[in-house]
């Protein structure tokens, strides 16, 4: 499939699949009872997670001012007079330390949520991307293996993934240490990272049913950018937004699947 650059060469026509699936799943009724049970298990786990965040960036926010408080009390009483005033300065910096960790943490926790409830309800969501497949294609096409193959491969799916995260956030955490743009760097990283693992979950239900193995699958990922990382980008932001992600996360599975009935299954041909 061609990008006419006016659509900034696949990047934005990758970002509109969630609404593609918006609009698709209004006009498909019959596809709602693949996404009732698993909203309800979505919903109280974010209620779970989100209530534990609160409580722990309470306790840490509280932990953090005390400790710079008093460490500027022990320093401000060896400075000179004039210097009184950069006790403003450090509760602001102090504020900013605080809603950036803050803001981390509820995109930290969306991700989580994202990353359990793929599991959680991967049953129904399969069902759901079948449906979707025929509907978009005309068949389903499922390479037939063993049950204890196929848990194995969902393990090994799962294990590789946390292999990267570790890869990358270790190469990621060290890069907050270098000097000027370290920071900088270490926020696209770890940026790239979770819309890169967020694209491999919502391609994978099409992409598992034909037994690709995972380096295949990241492969796929990266020959189809811009595309895939304008729809990884726009998927990390929905699954983010607290209790927003919810009601996002079938949403993001079926965009997932019809951006591989269109760019990754035709060109797999």
């Known amino acids: 499939m061609s ?14 699949y969630p609404l593609k699936a918006l609009r698709l799943l209004r006009q498909q009724p019959q596809f709602w009872s693949y996404i009732a049970i698993p909203l309800l298990l979505n919903i109280a786990l974010g209620l779970f997670l989100y209530w534990q965040f609160l409580g722990l960036s309470q306790e840490g926010s509280e932990w953090l001012g005390i400790y710079l408080q008093r460490g500027w009390q022990t320093w401000a009483s060896q400075l000179p007079d004039f210097l009184q005033g950069l006790g403003l ?21 969306g991700f989580i949520l994202a990353q359990v409830g793929v599991l959680l309800g991967s049953p129904w969501y399969g069902r759901l991307s079948e449906q979707l497949e025929i509907l978009c294609l005309g068949q389903l096409t499922v390479q ?22 570790l890869g990358i956030g270790g190469l990621s955490l060290g890069l907050n240490f270098a000097p000027g743009l370290g920071t900088l760097l270490a926020s696209g990283l770890g940026i790239s990272l979770t ?43 929905l699954i983010s937004i607290p209790l927003v992600n919810l009601v996002t ?11 591989c009935c269109e760019r990754i299954i035709p060109r797999l041909k």
């Open 3 to 16: 990008d006419h650059p006016l659509t900034g060469f696949g990047f934005l026509s990758g970002a509109s």
């Open 89 to 109: 300065i450090l509760r602001a910096l102090v504020a900013l330390i605080q809603w950036t960790l803050y803001f981390f943490g509820l995109l930290a926790t």
């Open 144 to 165: 037939e293996i063993g049950l204890g193959r196929e848990l194995w491969r969902a393990l090994a799916f799962e294990f590789k993934k946390l292999v990267l995260i």
């Open 195 to 237: 819309a890169t693992l967020t694209c491999l979950d919502c391609f994978d239900p099409p992409l598992e049913r034909r037994r690709l193995c995972f380096r295949h699958k990241l492969g796929l990922v990266a020959r189809n950018l811009p595309a895939s990382a304008g729809f990884g980008l726009v998927c990390l932001f």
């Open 249 to 259: 996360l079938p949403l993001c599975v079926s965009a997932g699947t019809l951006f």
